[in-house]
């Protein structure tokens, strides 16, 4: 499997992500710049990752301008094809304005930016960027963000919930699902969901930053390494 990582103006974790796939897992990464209009030789059984970052400086909504760059005309008909997507904090603004998931991601509720630790239960292991994990399993992934706030009509989150779409919950360490460890106010503590095929993911939390061992935690990695482990 080989991995694609897209760089918009104004993304500042690409380099986090590039490292994780060519060093710590020694995968064929291409780097996809924003105005390119094609994905060079990645095919559907590839993923291509959307980093965090201020894509466009978070000009009108977060990733509202992203949506519009000549790349993700590319990234959206590889999705639609079956091929995976992984956008992870402005990644998943990104696709959401793109229209490959539902929702909204809103201002964190305390208004203010929020940049800590988090936990995550795993809600279902039956996609290929969760196999890797337990259901139910807690992972430790640092947030950072200022509209992490997943919000969605009722009939949309009850959609979410009834065909097992949500892949995270923010938790507790012991994997409790409460409102004092949402970090932003999320609806049902969502911090990441699928797509309809599940091929599509988008989380707020930033795994790749807690996938190298010399970080002092790897639990991300975990989540790397489910993709590898269905390839």
Same mark, same amino acid.
């Given at each position: 499997m080989?991995? /694609? @990582? #897209?760089?918009?103006p104004?993304?500042?974790c690409?380099?986090?992500?590039?490292? #994780?796939? !060519?060093?710590?897992? !020694?995968?064929e990464?291409?780097i996809?710049?924003h105005?390119?209009?094609?994905?060079?030789?990645?095919?559907?059984d590839?993923c291509i990752?959307?980093? /965090? /970052? %201020?894509s466009?400086?978070?000009?009108?909504?977060?990733g509202?301008?992203?949506?519009?760059?000549?790349i993700m005309?590319?990234?959206i008909?590889?999705a &639609? &094809?079956?091929?995976? @997507?992984f956008?992870i904090c402005?990644?998943? !603004?990104?696709?959401?304005?793109a229209g490959?998931?539902?929702?909204?991601?809103?201002r964190?509720?305390?208004l &203010?930016? @929020?940049?800590?630790? #988090?936990? +995550?239960r795993t809600?279902n292991?039956?996609s290929?960027?969760?196999? /890797?994990?337990n259901?139910?399993?807690v992972?430790k992934i640092? @947030?950072?963000h200022?509209?992490g706030?997943?919000?969605?009509?009722p009939?949309?989150?009850?959609q +979410?919930?009834?065909?097992n779409?949500?892949?995270?919950?923010?938790?507790s360490?012991?994997?409790t699902?409460?409102?004092?460890?949402?970090?932003?106010g999320? +609806?049902?503590?969502?911090?990441g969901? %699928?797509?309809e095929?599940?091929? #599509?993911l988008g989380l707020m939390?930033?795994?790749?930053?807690?996938?190298?061992?010399?970080?002092?935690c790897?639990?991300? +990695?975990?989540? %790397?390494?489910?993709?590898?482990s269905n390839?």
């Open positions: 080989k991995f /694609g @990582v #897209v760089i918009f104004g993304s500042n690409d380099a986090d992500i590039i490292h #994780v796939c !060519q060093n710590v897992m !020694q995968c990464t291409r996809l710049w105005k390119d209009t094609s994905l060079q030789d990645l095919t559907t590839d990752m959307i980093p /965090g /970052g %201020f466009y400086g978070d000009y009108l909504r977060c509202a301008i992203a949506r519009f760059s000549p005309e590319k990234v008909e590889h &639609n &094809n079956g091929g995976y @997507v956008g402005n990644g998943f !603004q990104i696709l959401i304005e490959l998931l539902p929702g909204a991601l809103l964190n509720k305390s &203010n930016f @929020v940049c800590k630790d #988090v936990y +995550l809600m292991n039956s290929i960027f969760t196999s /890797g994990l259901k139910e399993e992972l640092p @947030v950072a200022g509209e706030n997943y919000f969605a009509e009939d949309t989150i009850k +979410l919930e009834d065909s779409r949500i892949a995270f919950k923010y938790c360490q012991d994997g699902i409460d409102e004092i460890d949402n970090p932003n999320s +609806l049902n503590n969502i911090a969901i %699928f797509n095929n599940k091929n #599509v939390p930033h795994p790749e930053r807690y996938s190298d061992g010399l970080l002092g790897s639990d991300g +990695l975990k989540i %790397f390494k489910s993709i590898l390839y």
